[in-house]
């Protein structure tokens, strides 16, 4: 699932794995959210036998897989507290993110559920122009997970979530309503289901509501997990629009590779990309990278700067087709 920031009415549907947050998400360019956490079945706040989210369905997949950017980015966060940091972050580039400089602060509440998890969760990031992303993440009880965003340009909230995720044994039960206008009468309302069958298999379904007056489509997708002792991952979305699948291993220690196939029935059209992740911990090194049949050919390389707390990002994307090259340079700090 890929981030789409919405500019006015709710986009057409095309199914589940189209359909995904209408905000920047923890790993995109918004720098002030929170770190990025476990995968939802490995949180201590979850139980251990629970499935995670359709949302991260194919997460152990796609987090090998790279984020190229272009031109450069630096990122710098200084904490003022234990539980709230402030974050410098210039952008200068022709990517998604608009190049300039950008201020975001980050609270994190005093109800620890574990030692690198706390909630309630402030995070927003605003730029010279008054355009701002925001975010509030808190545990109601023991078991809900409620999200509430928004994305404000030019003085007009153009995106705004609300997500609420039940956490049970076996199951997770999410609800998602996005974008809603009471005025145009418009909006994307979604509700998923994951449950655990077996220890090592999921199946859930996800039915994505799209309302634009006096219109009402809707897409019902049915999906499927596989996770294998032997440290591979199956997994596959399906509906009557589009066909994902991804295939996950870990070969060793040091190197993850996945497949993605990506289909759209209505085209028809289809993608195929392999991706692989090389990590060598005592040299500090990280790299991603990725080849798809669009003839894109692409690469993070990531080296902590140790005893300095920076992490150096080189980034490349070439597509051999239409001659296009993207290369990046980026400073971040280091996350642990």
Not at 20 to 32: K, M, N, R
Not at 165 to 181: E, K, M, P, Q, R
Not at 276 to 300: A, E, H, I, M
Request: charge should be neutral.
């Amino acid at each position: 699932m890929g981030n789409v920031f919405a500019s006015g009415p709710s986009p057409p549907i095309q199914g589940s794995q189209s359909f995904t947050q209408f905000l920047p998400q923890d790993g995109g360019d918004s720098t002030t959210s929170p770190p990025k956490s476990p995968p939802d079945n490995q949180q201590s706040a979850t139980p251990s036998n629970n499935p995670g989210s359709m949302e991260n369905l194919h997460r152990k997949c796609k987090d090998i897989f790279p984020m190229p950017f272009d031109g450069a980015k630096v990122v710098v966060n200084k904490m003022l507290s234990n539980h709230f940091q402030i974050s410098h972050n210039i952008v200068m580039g022709s990517g998604i993110t608009p190049p300039g400089y950008r201020f975001g602060a980050t609270y994190i509440g005093t109800r620890e559920i574990a030692t690198s998890e706390a909630y309630p969760i402030f995070s927003g990031e605003i730029d010279p122009t008054g355009n701002l992303n925001s975010r509030i993440i808190h545990l109601v009880g023991d078991r809900l997970k409620v999200q509430v965003g928004t994305q404000i340009q030019n003085s007009k909230c153009i995106a705004s979530q609300f997500t609420s995720d039940y956490i049970g044994n076996d199951f997770t039960a999410s609800l998602v309503f996005g974008n809603l206008d009471p005025i145009n009468t418009s909006g994307v309302a979604v509700a998923s289901y994951l449950q655990n069958v077996t220890n090592n298999l999921s199946l859930g379904a996800e039915l994505v509501c799209h309302y634009q007056s006096p219109a009402v489509n809707s897409v019902l997708s049915v999906a499927g997990r596989y996770t294998s002792p032997n440290d591979f991952v199956v997994s596959g979305t399906v509906n009557n629009s589009s066909v994902q699948f991804c295939y996950y291993q870990r070969k060793n220690e040091n190197l993850q590779v996945g497949v993605q196939v990506e289909t759209n029935l209505t085209e028809p059209d289809s993608t195929a990309s392999f991706g692989y992740q090389v990590d060598l911990p005592k040299s500090n090194f990280v790299f991603r990278g990725f080849v798809d049949t669009n003839w894109n050919v692409g690469g993070v390389f990531e080296k902590k700067l140790l005893p300095l707390p920076f992490t150096l990002l080189f980034s490349g994307l070439i597509n051999h087709v239409k001659s296009q090259t993207r290369v990046g340079l980026g400073l971040y700090p280091n996350v642990s």
